[in-house]
């Protein structure tokens, strides 16, 4: 019942940026929380950046002072901007979202199809 659709990944030398969106589709009542997760390979997926709709925000530490978790309510849209990207940042980085369905008491969390993101060095 909902699609998140990823952009933005690509290839970055170290200490370039760049800026991920995530764009949310579907009978959407509200979006409780949205955030960014990252998997490389043999490792687990972590938790990167996530915002809830309080505003509130919370980063890895591997990631503080550099990304930036933003949104944009009216377009179902959540932003990672990447600063100073380092060779270990390199991942598939993935979207989720916390939702309530248009018509539901209840929520549910979604998965994008993630996005790569390689920063040689």
């Known amino acids: 019942q909902v699609q998140l659709v990823e952009s933005g990944g690509g290839l970055v030398q170290a200490g370039g940026s760049l800026r991920l969106s995530c764009a949310a589709s579907?009978?959407?009542?509200?979006?409780?929380?949205m955030g960014w997760y990252r998997q490389a390979p043999g490792k687990q997926r972590d938790l990167v950046a996530s915002?809830?709709?309080?505003?509130?925000?919370n980063y890895a530490d591997s990631v503080k002072g550099r990304f930036t978790i933003s949104r944009d309510n009216a377009k179902n849209t959540v932003y990672l901007q990447m600063n100073s990207l380092k060779p270990e940042d390199t991942a598939v980085y993935y979207c989720?979202?916390?939702?309530?369905?248009?018509?539901?008491?209840?929520?549910?969390?979604?998965w994008g199809q993630g996005t790569q993101v390689t920063v040689s060095s």
């Open positions: 989720n979202a916390d939702v309530v369905l248009s018509g539901s008491y209840g929520r549910d969390v979604y």
């Open positions: 579907g009978s959407i009542f509200r979006i409780n929380a």
């Open positions: 915002i809830f709709v309080t505003g509130s925000t």
